[in-house]
């Protein structure tokens, strides 16, 4: 096996949406790159094993929703068929078609891809076992360290039950089994729930704390958990799962909790949910002297530099939020900063979604995040009853929040959920960025009859002017 050696002014390990974004705006700035990653091409966990393959699927299971639905209307489908092999298929198909794009974009920039795993050897010099079995050396001026993050696997049934999932092998989608338990109340588990659950599943929800969604302001969720409540077999909370016992069709378990009965519980699949973790081993970190914080993230400051100055971390593995367009933006500001721009990442907002259905989305600082801060804040509401869009798509299951200084009327925060409540949230964003007041947005005509009406009534209400939601005027 022999070694060759490259230099690269750029080395970025992880092909993420980080990774990737970092690496195409450094080569479209005029550097020379090396991008490095398991996978055949760039996209990583994001595009192979996460948003893209549950979005694809979720996709489906609100079309069947919305088919049943539909009898209200007076519009009646058959029972729809499911073709677990097409879907699956189809899943895939979207998958390689964004990879092969973004492998386009890729050769476009003159980028060297290589499919491997990299590991620093010293602050300079990277060793890449490649997945042809070659040998490499890689010497950089500069890397951006964008290995991501993996579920959280817990100890014991993990590797020797084929009944127990991940979140990767549950969107492997192999079969829909009769019963499916989720550990874990997140966002990953209600997501995949859904998914689950539409396909024919009875699926019941095991979350430790004592709520859905831990953190996410508890207005949006009370709507989701109603839906959630008709779609799921069983929710529960304040629960913890114990006992488990491999069985030849599936696992015994335990539940213990304020409202279980302590008896075993058999379930044909057992979907693990419970969080995931940064990806910092086996890549030398000690080697090239980057530092972890005590959550075991890489340290870095705002300008996403690690502890080693010509060294940066991007995304799951540079702190929370784990989300994908953290990552991107991230990619593009470490590139800037080597560069020797003046740029930092101080976003006064960083939207946040979870995918069910209704869609919880929500950005800036939350009511929870104010009253433990100590922070003034005023609080608006704007019911979607009230919408004539919602009631049009007979969906009223949502609630359009704001959080505002009060002295002001400055927008601190927004909290959407509801039926496309991920393609609304970018106005609240763009309305905290900009230091936008209640004002600006009520008298920004927002057109009729849409849903991203909701968020310019909810201005209104702050003057108790909203036009399809009467409030009595409180006396001063």
Not at 21 to 47: E, K, N, R, T, Y
Not at 64 to 82: L, R
Not at 123 to 137: H, K
Not at 239 to 246: A, K, L, N, W
């Amino acid at each position: 096996m022999s070694q060759n050696t490259i230099q690269t002014e750029l080395a970025v390990i992880g092909a993420g949406p980080g990774g990737y974004a970092a690496a195409f705006m450094a080569a479209d700035l005029g550097l020379q790159v090396v991008l490095i990653d398991p996978s055949p091409h760039p996209g990583g966990v994001c595009l192979y094993r996460g948003c893209i393959p549950s979005k694809t699927f979720l996709h489906a299971a609100r079309v069947i929703h919305e088919a049943a639905a539909s009898q209200k209307w007076g519009v009646t489908f058959s029972k729809p068929a499911i073709d677990i092999d097409k879907l699956r298929n189809w899943k895939d198909t979207v998958v390689a078609k964004l990879t092969e794009g973004l492998g386009q974009l890729s050769s476009k920039r003159k980028i060297t891809y290589i499919q491997g795993r990299a590991q620093f050897e010293n602050p300079q010099q990277l060793s890449i076992q490649t997945q042809a079995g070659d040998a490499l050396l890689c010497e950089f001026k500069h890397a951006v360290i964008a290995t991501g993050s993996r579920p959280v696997k817990p100890t014991g049934l993990w590797e020797d039950s084929p009944h127990i999932l991940d979140s990767r092998l549950a969107l492997e989608l192999a079969d829909i089994p009769q019963n499916l338990l989720i550990i874990g109340g997140g966002y990953i588990g209600l997501e995949l729930g859904t998914v689950y659950a539409t396909l024919g599943s009875r699926v019941t929800v095991a979350e430790l704390t004592a709520g859905l969604l831990p953190g996410v302001d508890k207005d949006l969720v009370t709507v989701l958990k109603r839906r959630l409540g008709q779609l799921f077999a069983e929710i529960t909370v304040n629960t913890r799962v114990h006992g488990m016992q491999p069985k030849q069709n599936g696992v015994e378990v335990t539940l213990s909790g304020s409202e279980q009965d302590e008896k075993p519980r058999l379930f044909e699949k057992i979907l693990v949910a419970v969080g995931r973790q940064p990806y910092t081993e086996k890549i030398g970190l000690d080697n090239a002297g980057v530092r972890l914080d005590a959550n075991g993230f890489i340290q870095v400051d705002i300008h996403c530099r690690t502890s080693a100055p010509h060294i940066f971390a991007i995304g799951d593995v540079a702190g929370e939020p784990m989300l994908a367009h953290k990552a991107s933006h991230q990619g593009k500001i470490a590139v800037e900063s080597l560069l020797g721009e003046k740029v930092a990442f101080e976003p006064n907002a960083i939207p946040a979604v979870v995918f069910t259905d209704p869609e919880i989305a929500w950005a800036g600082l939350t009511e929870k995040d104010a009253r433990e801060n100590s922070i003034e804040h005023r609080v608006v509401r704007f019911p979607w009853s009230a919408s004539g869009r919602a009631v049009a798509l007979d969906r009223t299951d949502g609630l359009t929040k704001l959080i505002l200084e009060p002295a002001t009327n400055r927008i601190l925060g927004i909290g959407i959920v509801g039926f496309g409540a991920s393609e609304m949230i970018a106005e609240g964003v763009i309305a905290i960025e900009m230091g936008a007041n209640a004002t600006d947005l009520k008298l920004s005509i927002h057109p009729h009859p849409t849903m991203t009406e909701t968020v310019m009534e909810a201005a209104d209400l702050v003057f108790n002017t909203a036009t399809h939601y009467y409030r009595p005027r409180r006396n001063k």
